[in-house]
């Protein structure tokens, strides 16, 4: 269908109509990672400009038919990116940081793409978690003085509008959390706020030109850091900046997500806006307990997330219409919206794909076009009654319990082992005996080198691993020529504590899932993370037990090529609980137990059978699981903490047991982070310019720290003098017996033409500081 023909099929929401629907964002990926090919093919120089704007086109208008064929009354326009959409909003208010100037003049992505992923040298912005999902976004850097140096916004939206008609809505991040996503909290937040609150004004009126006009249309602006914790200063400077973008005169929705807004609903209400969004999923019972104590505004719509926009288990059709109809005794049906209780961003894009899943399970998933399939069900048995949709009622119901008694979910003695664990499961000899244990059994000169873990996965690899069942033989074979090159180049380089480079392994956490029970992989999930980096979170479906080794003999073949300590790999328990879509039948903090004692085994198995005397245990994403709401800190950080050392409780005090964490802010949870008790920590430290190191500092961190000396998302391969002045900054903060120098993560998504340089200026820039270092004692 032609962007024209369809968008004259789509016409107005009636302005009587029932229980419309809407969502608050879509996938970016497509079928097939195409939004990946295109990137990496511009990147590469394999698409031209021209190409890979007619790509990126096309992609976009595919993501919007989608959701308008679906029966979306409004589809979401704006929330598509190249990269990241805090760096497009960065970008359109003006946040462009000085060292990228040699761009900014430059048409094109050259600007874009240099902010994103650094470029001749030039750093890239700073990286870390949006809210607690995978999903990564760019830091702004706040310019002295905002510009509005373009209206992204009504871009997309006139662009929408072509392909789905006055079905299309705006959408944009909002001021509130743009700021507060640049770190800003108090009276600073409060002042910058006033400054931004006419640029949106100006994007607000231009929408109004561009035809966001009538009773139903409006403008939805993000605001999901309305779900953390705010002090009254910024909250009363949230309400001051809505009355005044309240007053140009286009409707406004604030949509939030991830929570609950239930401390602040009273002064939300009050706003002059055209609506709010809410999240009936996870801030379910947050979210209606305020308003089943105050009401919602007779004036607003309520756009209600009813159906879960971050995990993929088919929805309970009847609770979710029962919800509705809670609902509806507060907000009139001509006001209720309903949707997803979040962007779909984080779901891969169809079911259909999977076919070697059990149908069981298949019948119990939603991804994003089944979501889409939900809702319209879910509206269409409000609007017209269950007994209209009776059939597609009947079987949606009939899949779901097919899922819930799949027999391959339960393993009781699983649950009796969680069940029967003690203190003395979670606990290692006190870290001051342990460390001469580790030193007697491993010694390490004064600033040991190591990398985190992977190394470049090659096309050879990748080809291989397509074709393991074929050629098995050829397989093992292929992986240990890989593995012997790596263990080779690292001697070559000189680094002190070598990896096998994980040849073997598709994904940190996927590898682990296909081959513990309660897993499943997909083979078509994808999701994006950041950028062109994208994931399949397998499908945590059951209880959790490790039937066999699974890393044991590439490990042990590793360390039989060398006299150097090699470092088991494994990832811990928070990281792959978070990075999978997990079951929602029992506690969280069960599952990571049964994972934790899944990990448990095979490090044993590292240690005893393989010999190894270094274990290194990946909780890449801990901060990652924080609630967003300090009050839920404590409780998750109790069992976070507990899982990480279940898993690393069962080898001899001698063996040293490294983590690694990345891209996170961990100044407030530097007690948990200590209290994990790991011998030696790795964490990013390239884009952060110091900050991690200065909480450690300040704690006074007693064990062992790898900051990362460089990043390793940017293509620049950086000079020995620059990696030589970051370590001595270090050492400045961080007494030299603790400090280990290391990339900031793993290597598998670079080349070998940037990795092999970066190290070697790595470990020659480690030299330097370690020859000054002996100079200057052997002087005192």
Known sequence: MTPSSLATNLTSPNS?????????????????????????????????????????????????????????????????????????????????????????????????????????????????????????????????????TSNSVAESYRAGKEFVGSAAKPVVLGPFTFLKLARLSGSA???????????????????????????????????????????????????????????????????????????????????????????????????????????????????????????????????????????????????????????????????????????????????AQERLAEISLLARALRQGKEAVAAEWTAAGRARQDWLDFEARHRTNVKARVSGLTDADFERLPYAQRVSLQSARLPLPLLPTTTIGSFPQTAELRFARAHAVKDPAGYKATIEAEIERVIRLQEEIGLDVLVHGEPERNDMVQFFAEQLTGFCAPREGWVQSYGSRCVRPPLLYGDVERLHPMTLNEARYAQSLTNKPVKGMLTGPITILQWSFVREDISREEVAYQI???????????????????????????????????????????????????????????????????????????????????????????RSDGAMLETLRDFQYRQQIGPGLYDIHSPNVPTVESMASKLQTTLDRLPIDRVWVNPDCGLKTRGYAEVVPALTNMVAATRQVREVFTLNDGQS
Request: charged letters at 20%; a negative charge; hydrophobic letters at 40%.
């Open 189 to 367: 937040l409060v002042q910058r706020l006033e400054e931004l609150t006419p640029l949106y004004a100006s994007i607000l009126r231009d929408l109004g030109r561009e035809g966001v006009a009538g009773a139903r249309a409006f403008v939805q602006i993000d605001e999901p850091s309305l779900v953390g914790d705010l002090s009254e200063t910024e909250l009363d400077a949230f309400s001051k900046c809505y009355e005044t973008l309240a007053s140009e005169n286009v409707n406004i929705l604030i949509q939030t997500y991830y929570g609950h807004v239930a401390p602040y609903f009273q002064s939300l209400s009050s706003l002059p806006v055209f609506g709010l969004g809410l999240d009936f999923v996870r801030g379910r019972e947050g979210n209606l307990a305020t308003l089943g104590g105050h009401g919602f505004p007779s004036n607003m719509v309520l756009n209600a997330g009813v159906v879960d926009g971050r995990n993929v288990w088919r929805t309970d059709l009847d609770s979710a219409f029962n919800l509705v109809q809670q609902l509806t005794s507060l907000v009139e049906p001509e006001r209720l919206h309903i949707g997803a209780s979040c962007s779909l961003l984080h779901l891969p894009e169809t079911v259909e794909s999977e076919t070697h899943l059990p149908s069981e399970l298949k019948g119990g998933l939603c991804f």
């Open 16 to 148: 009587a109509a029932q229980y419309l629907t809407s969502i608050p964002g879509y996938p970016r990926v497509g079928t097939g990672r195409t939004y990946k090919k295109l990137l990496e093919g511009f990147w590469a120089g394999s698409i031209s400009p021209a190409q890979f704007a007619e790509g990126v086109g096309n992609l976009r208008a595919e993501r919007l038919t989608v959701q308008a064929e679906s029966g979306l009354d409004f589809v979401p326009c704006g929330d598509f990116s190249l990269y990241d959409h805090v760096l497009d909003t960065s970008i359109m208010l003006g946040c462009i940081p000085d060292r990228f100037n040699k761009w900014s003049g430059q048409t094109g992505t050259d600007l874009y793409f240099a902010m994103a992923r650094g470029r001749d040298g030039v750093p890239a912005c700073e990286m870390t978690k949006w809210f607690d999902t995978n999903y990564h976004y760019l830091v702004p850097e706040l310019p002295k003085s905002f510009t509005l």
């Open 596 to 686: 934790g004692l899944a990990i448990r085994d095979e490090a044993h198995d590292l240690e005893t059978l393989g010999g190894l005397r270094v274990i290194q245990v990946d909780e890449a994403a801990f901060r990652e699981g924080l609630p967003i709401r300090r009050s839920d800190w404590a409780e998750y950080l109790h069992w976070a903490v507990r899982s990480f050392r279940l898993a690393a409780s069962g080898v001899s005090p001698d063996i040293q047991v490294h983590t690694h964490m990345c891209y996170s802010e961990f100044g407030d949870i530097i007690a948990a982070i200590a209290s994990m008790d790991a011998d030696v920590i790795s964490i990013e430290d390239a």
